[in-house]
T-cell receptor, first 116, second 113 residues
Framework: AQKITQTQPGMFVQEKEAVTLDCTYD???????LFWYKQPSSGEMIFLIY??????QNATEGRYSLNFQKARKSANLVISASQLGDSAMYFC?????????????FGTGTRLLVSP | EAGVTQSPTHLIKTRGQQATLRCSPI?????VYWYQQALGLGLQFLLW???????NRGNFPPRFSGRQFPNYSSELNVNALELEDSALYLC????????????FGSGTRLTVV
């Protein structure tokens, strides 16, 4: 079963507008972590934001915020005031710890294009 | 603080050969993770090393192997290379097996011809 689902292969947004990238997840582990990474064309995975399953508040990091809806098992990334440099692939990932094995499971990604 | 460093940046090998990829974690990080990203696809978990031991491996054949050295750097070996092994190989490190602070390197792009 797909653990992380990103249903938007591509998204377009105009500079200075906000954009939401969707991510849903599936787990039976009560303790888990959710991550968003940005991958520019250079290939490096850049950490953006983290949300723990027990965190009471939605995570925020500068222009990035995570809309965490635990009951719906969704963890959407919101980028406010988009910039041209935000054009990249964005991956949602989950860390499970139910077996003691710490690894990240990634979604298939969303390509974001920011236009002037 | 130096980030996760991977070498080489690019590697071109012939089918059937062996490839060795290297990763140096951030100072103080003891866990190293290897991921494969084939063109246009998401990241697939390959291997996880912590404190010199292999802790978990993904659904890859045994010709994918590696090790972690006493200084926590790691090596990924791919034997009997096949064309479909062509991919970006990313290494990540974290402070301990329980820490969520994964930091990725820039990757090694392996091309098998």
């Amino acid at each position: 079963a797909q653990k992380i689902t990103q249903t938007q292969p591509g998204m377009f947004v105009q500079e200075k507008e906000a954009v939401t990238l969707d991510c849903t997840y599936d787990t039976s582990d009560p303790s888990y972590g959710l991550f968003w990474y940005k991958q520019p064309s250079s290939g490096e995975m850049i950490f953006l934001i983290y949300q723990g399953s027990y965190d009471q508040q939605n995570a925020t990091e500068g222009r990035y915020s995570l809309n965490f809806q635990k009951a719906r098992k969704s963890a959407n990334l919101v980028i406010s005031a988009s910039q041209l440099g935000d054009s990249a692939m964005y991956f949602c990932a989950m860390r499970e710890s139910d077996t003691g094995f710490q690894k990240l499971v990634f979604g298939t990604g969303t390509r974001l294009l920011v236009s002037p | 603080e130096a980030g996760v460093t991977q070498s080489p940046t690019h590697l071109i090998k012939t089918r059937g050969q062996q490839a060795t990829l290297r990763c140096s974690p951030i100072s103080g990080h003891t866990s190293v993770y290897w991921y494969q990203q084939a063109l246009g696809l998401g990241l697939q978990f390959l291997l996880w090393y912590d404190e010199g031991e292999e802790r978990n491996r993904g659904n890859f054949p045994p010709r994918f192997s590696g090790r972690q050295f006493p200084n926590y750097s790691s090596e990924l070996n791919v034997n009997a290379l096949e064309l479909e092994d062509s991919a970006l190989y990313l290494c990540a490190s974290s402070r301990s097996s329980g820490d969520y602070g994964y930091t990725f390197g820039s990757g090694t792009r392996l091309t098998v011809v």
